[in-house]
T-cell receptor, first 111, second 115 residues
Framework: KQEVTQIPAALSVPEGENLVLNCSFT??????LQWFRQDPGKGLTSLLL?????REQTSGRLNASLDKSSGRSTLYIAASQPGDSATYLC??????????FGSGTRLLVRP | EPEVTQTPSHQVTQMGQEVILRCVPI?????FYWYRQILGQKVEFLVS????????KSEIFDDQFSVERPDGSNFTLKIRSTKLEDSAMYFC?????????????FGEGSWLTVV
């Protein structure tokens, strides 16, 4: 059974810092991995999607990497801003085409 | 850009009442999903649906839940007799087939509060 784990559960950093969020998954038979942002009480905003054949994807200050064989992904956020404060969710598309989510990392960027 | 739309955005219901959450998937998508997120917890898979049949369901999706595609555009989740623990955000999602078929698109969610 696929399980997705995110570390750390919470993170507080001063504005301007570069940071890394970690995601691991137990079964490497995935089609893709996706990072989402979720603001309190809101829906899921897709940030980056990495296909299983890819190693990384970039969008603005965000860079996500995928090492499928070791079951790991990282989300790198450069020059963090208070507006980046949110919960970041990692999810993998498993062999039956359903997304399995991690518990998320709650990020607070302090001004 | 096409999007998945959900109604209502928020519903308050009394315990024991039936609730129907509605979703309009992206128009050319053929696979549909419901997910649930209890406050402060993970987003959890409930059910997937294709060709007018349930493809897969989780342990959470017991006999009090049902899904239906009543017409060519809507996809509904019915909870027959709501319990306090059904209070959650419910997300509908859809995907296409073929080359773009492994991207799942989510709606904004429907908050259900059972009192």
């Amino acid at each position: 059974k696929q399980e997705v784990t995110q570390i750390p559960a919470a993170l507080s950093v001063p504005e301007g810092e570069n940071l890394v969020l970690n995601c691991s998954f137990t079964d490497s038979a995935i089609y893709n991995l996706q990072w989402f942002r979720q603001d309190p009480g809101k829906g899921l905003t897709s940030l980056l999607l990495i296909q299983s054949s890819q190693r990384e994807q970039t969008s603005g200050r965000l860079n996500a990497s995928l090492d499928k064989s070791s079951g790991r992904s990282t989300l790198y956020i450069a020059a963090s801003q208070p507006g980046d404060s949110a919960t970041y969710l990692c999810a993998v598309l498993d062999s039956s085409y359903k997304l399995i989510f991690g518990s998320g990392t709650r990020l607070l960027v302090r001004p | 850009e096409p999007e998945v739309t959900q109604t209502p955005s928020h519903q308050v219901t009394q315990m024991g009442q039936e609730v129907i959450l509605r979703c309009v998937p992206i128009s050319n998508h053929l696979y549909f999903y419901w997910y649930r997120q209890i406050l402060g917890q993970k987003v959890e898979f409930l059910v997937s649906f294709y060709n007018n049949e349930i493809s897969e369901k989780s342990e959470i999706f017991d006999d009090q839940f049902s899904v239906e595609r009543p017409d060519g555009s809507n996809f509904t989740l019915k909870i027959r007799s709501t319990k306090l623990e059904d209070s959650a955000m419910y997300f509908c999602a859809s995907r296409n087939t073929g080359m773009t078929g492994n991207t799942i698109y989510f709606g904004e969610g429907s908050w259900l509060t059972v009192v």
